[in-house]
T-cell receptor
Framework: NAGVMQNPRHLVRRRGQEARLRCSPM?????VYWYRQLPEEGLKFMVY????????ESGMPKERFSAEFPKEGPSILRIQQVVRGDSAAYFC????????????FGPGTRLTVL | GENVEQHPSTLSVQEGDSAVIKCTYS??????FPWYKQELGKGPQLIID?????GEKKDQRIAVTLNKTAKHFSLHITETQPEDSAVYFC???????????????FGKGTLLTVNP
């Protein structure tokens, strides 16, 4: 059973461009969570999604950031008009059938904004 | 909201020695405390977790203790090996918080180096 998949693993963007980060949860998992990790910091919760629904986006910046988890395909974290402060590692986690289940993390996407 | 403090930020031990990492939390309603290990270039991997209805949990060389009164919990690794070298994160959440139990609040991490 493959783990949580994220791509790309590394993404370089220039200021003002868009970044799209993809996350495929573990097989059978229907809950997806996105976290951001700044250098030498712990992970910070951004958003929690179930298929076709955003459950909680309280940790996500109000502007430029959006997330989706369509019925088919991976979850997408989209950052528009990136700025240098968006440079970070973005991790996706998934859990089986309940938000109380253990969260399993993917390898992350390291975004660098030039 | 919850705040988790983790100490030390770096820890260096000799192979075979024990390592202890400590975390404190601020929200007395928190009742779920997982520990994650993150190796370079990889995502965090759950190594052990504890819920507030127990004070200690052990899995081979790894143990976690919880003191709810003092609001702190610790990770203990015995007989350390070089492959234990990684960044370790503690986290806390409230599984009874009206559905927002998924919000893990992480400490800033401890870089553990086990010297052969």
């Amino acid at each position: 059973n493959a783990g949580v998949m994220q791509n790309p693993r590394h993404l370089v963007r220039r200021r003002g461009q868009e970044a799209r980060l993809r996350c495929s949860p573990m097989k059978g998992h229907s809950h997806v969570y996105w976290y951001r990790q700044l250098p030498e910091e712990g992970l910070k919760f951004m958003v929690y999604l179930q298929k076709e629904n955003i459950i909680d986006e309280s940790g996500m910046p109000k502007e430029r950031f959006s997330a989706e988890f369509p019925k088919e395909g991976p979850s997408i974290l989209r950052i528009q008009q990136v700025v240098r402060g968006d440079s970070a590692a973005y991790f996706c986690a998934s859990s089986p059938a309940s938000s109380t289940d253990t969260q399993y993390f993917g390898p992350g996407t390291r975004l660098t904004v030039l | 909201g919850e705040n988790v403090e983790q100490h030390p930020s770096t820890l260096s031990v000799q192979e075979g020695d024990s390592a202890v990492i400590k975390c404190t939390y601020s929200d007395s309603a928190s009742n779920y405390f997982p520990w994650y290990k993150q190796e370079l270039g990889k995502g965090p991997q759950l190594i052990i977790d504890i819920r507030s209805n127990v004070g200690e949990k052990k899995d081979q060389r790894i143990a976690v203790t919880l003191n709810k009164t003092a609001k702190h919990f610790s990770l203990h690794i015995t007989e350390t090996q070089p492959e234990d070298s990684a960044v370790y994160f503690c986290a806390a959440s409230n599984e009874n918080s009206g559905g927002s139990n998924y919000k893990l609040t992480f400490g800033k991490g401890t870089l553990l180096t086990v010297n052969p």
